[in-house]
């Protein structure tokens, strides 16, 4: 589904250079859980958007076997556009592929979002609201809801719960098995 070959990203900075990526390689298969752990500033970030194609590595190949993928950023502070209410961003990557948009209407829209909700254990109330009314944790949930909506084939999610409790942690259990 997904290969990494000698990725390398190095940063500029004022005292040196910082070697975030130095030659990684890596493959993920399809229906795969691929965890990357590491020390804080190693470069798992920069992996993630490098895979996403948000950023450009300085040299080596990311080659995706699929053009449905999503993401569930480290913050849940800057990931939620603040002038959107919620129904919104959960709906907005179904009005985008406008071709499940044309097959299935804005009613199964209402009614994709609001199933969401169970697994992102959220009430139907939180849809009239925007981001600012949440919490850090409950703003995660909403973004692992819309990453999932769109039945994407690969996810890269950075930290998706280290900002939820040990109970919320389940949404990200739960996800593996969540059928949209
Ligand atoms: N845009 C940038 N400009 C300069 N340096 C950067 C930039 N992005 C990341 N870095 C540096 O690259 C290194 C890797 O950063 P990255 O965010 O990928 O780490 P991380 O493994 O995700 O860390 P954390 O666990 O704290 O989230 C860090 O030293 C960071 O300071
Ligand atoms: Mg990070």
Known sequence: ????????KYFKSRT???????????????????????????????????????????SGRVTL???????????????????????DILAEGLIVHSSWFIVHGSFDIRRKVEEVLDLI??????????????SGGERQRIAIGRAVLTKPEFIVCDEPVSSLDVTSKEVGHNLPFYKP
């Open 65 to 87: 076997e699929t053009k449905k993928i999503q993401v569930v950023f480290q913050d849940p502070y800057n990931s939620l556009d603040p002038k959107m209410k919620i129904f």
């Open 121 to 134: 254990k959220l009430p139907k109330e939180v849809l009239d609201k925007y981001p600012h009314q949440f």
């Open 1 to 8: 589904m997904v290969k990494c070959e000698g990725v390398k």
């Open 16 to 58: 040196g250079t910082v070697k975030a990526l130095d030659g990684v390689s890596l493959e993920i298969g399809k229906g795969e859980i691929f965890g990357l752990v590491g020390e804080s500033g190693c470069g798992k970030t920069t992996l993630g958007k490098i895979i996403l194609g948000i950023i450009k590595p300085d």
